[in-house]
Nanobody
Framework: QVQLGESGGGLVQAGGSLRLSCAAS????????MGWFRQAPGKEREFVAA???????YYADSVKGRFTISRDNAKNSVNLQMNSLKPEDTAVYYC?????????????????WGQGTQVTVSS
């Protein structure tokens, strides 16, 4: 059974930083794309960042320059470093794993999802 488990969410003041981690089990994602999505109350799930099999990265315009996605193949995990956080970054953040090797950014391109971790940024 494939499982993705996020950690690192919490409450932070605007301008602060958080680091999210996602550990995978049941399947190796070292040759697959992985991504982060988020969903705020009353809104649809939106793309945040993705990393492909060769560690190329891609970001939503809203987080570019502030967030950094990285992968640790030895740990079968992916991380999201979030700096200069804004109140509009408040959401539940989800880790996702794909069966694609190439860069993918649509939720439908991902087959495996974590349960999510809450990030709240206060003004």
């Amino acid at each position: 059974q494939v499982q993705l488990g996020e950690s690192g969410g919490g409450l932070v003041q605007a301008g602060g930083s958080l680091r999210l981690s996602c550990a995978a089990s049941g399947r190796t994602f070292t040759s697959s794309a992985m991504g982060w999505f988020r969903q705020a109350p009353g809104k649809e799930r939106e793309f945040v960042a993705a990393i492909n099999w060769s560690s190329d990265t891609y970001y939503a315009d809203s987080v570019k320059g502030r967030f950094t996605i990285s992968r640790d193949n030895a740990k079968n995990s992916v991380n999201l470093q979030m700096n200069s956080l804004k109140p509009e970054d408040t959401a539940v953040y989800y880790c996702a794993g794909s069966t694609y090797r190439r860069m993918v950014v649509r939720p439908s391109d991902y087959d495996y999802w974590g349960q999510g971790t809450q990030v709240t940024v206060s003004s």
